[in-house]
């Protein structure tokens, strides 16, 4: 939208020099983060106020048993706010006719709807336990992951070398061009293991949304460089035009999540329930991948993961020998169950997370 405004006053003739900072993808980066931030904050309150008196409360679980206090009554859907502000910063900050940006946002804000709908099923049906069916989930989110692989193989801004092929990180010249097909199945695969992944990882007051910040902020930085025709060549990157705007994306939600910090850390006021986490998973997903760096998301979102493979290991193992291999899964549940306190075991995973994403980050250099 600023951007727009600008083109419109050069091309009126007025074109003070201050206008050149809105040119620096750096600037809108971190204009995009501030905006979110303080539009979550100021408005945070008086949306939390309209979910109590809408009654869009959450309605309690099993992990609530395992909990010093009872959080039922706790508003849900504070992922709406986070898609709102995010919405908002980036109508502002992003160039909206640029493809990268479009991709991102369309994954962000159609999981974000289908999230949401999930939400309103569990506190229309005054249970946590019953949502969407699982049928009905898996094939809304298959229903958005297919065509966005598709457009992904055949129709991307990448450069067509890089729409099909295997990059390793770490590794400077390997690439594999797996083709259409098979590469647009592993798409389909992984898109649809994170956004799970992180969905299953909400579970405490600031869980998800401490990793899933430095995530994106470590997507926003491979966004930047691969934008950036000096610091792609130096570093060994190709070239992507246009794939800045990633970068304002990745600083948006950020912005946002941290933005919802001040109500979520806790005792939350306020939980993001499905809506964020459905959304929030997309977003980092649609970035790994945009990125061509998916294959860092196991390193970088290790919590994510590492919630993901606890959960089937005591779903599909624990199943078959009829006990449990876990004494709960996920993994922060189990930590909950032994008994350390939950902004402990919080703040040890953000800790965990930033290691993981300076370890994800090395690869920058070491390819």
Known sequence: MIEILIDLLRDAGINPGFLRVFDYITFRVMMAAVTAMVLEVVFGHAFIVFLYRERFRDTGGDFLSLKTSDKRGTPTGGGLLIMLVVGASLFLWGKLSNPYLLAASSAFFYFGVVGLFDDWQKVRLKSSLYGLSQFAKTFLQLAY???????????????????????????????????????????????????????ISDGMDGLVTGPAVFVAALYGIFAYILSNAVLSKYLLFTFLPGAGELSVFAGALAGGLFGFLWFNAYPAEVFMGDTGSMSIGAALSALAFLTRQELLFPIAGGVFVASIFSSLVQEKIGMRLGRRVLVRAPL????????????????RYWIVSILLMLIAALSIKLR
Do not use: C, Q
């Open 145 to 199: 992951i297919v065509p966005f692989a598709a457009w992904f193989v055949l129709m991307s801004p990448l450069p067509p070398s890089h729409r099909h092929t295997f990059f390793l990180p770490f590794v400077k010249d390997f690439a594999l061009d797996l083709g259409p097909w098979v590469f647009g199945a592993f798409i389909v695969f992984a898109f649809f293991s994170i956004v799970n992944a992180v969905n």
């Open 332 to 347: 922060h549940h189990a930590h909950a169950y032994k008994g350390i306190a939950e902004p402990k075991v919080v703040v």
